[in-house]
């Protein structure tokens, strides 16, 4: 396995997906890559966030 490079869908920057994190996304049982760039990861969360009101259903 080695380093991957990738085009975010959002923002169209590359962004690396390393070793590590494919392993991770290995062992968590995700079969498709990150489609975003980190940057662009954390910005849709924080707005998913705030769309529901910082709230987490349980």
Known sequence: MED???T???CGA????TVGEQQFYA????TNEPARCPD????????Q????G?????
């Open 4 to 6: 991957k490079t990738l």
């Open 8 to 10: 975010c869908k959002d």
């Open 14 to 17: 590359t962004f690396t997906f």
């Open 27 to 30: 062992e968590k049982g995700f």
């Open 40 to 47: 662009c990861r954390r910005a849709k969360k924080a707005s």
């Open 49 to 52: 966030k705030s769309f529901n």
């Open 54 to 58: 910082g709230f987490n259903r349980r």
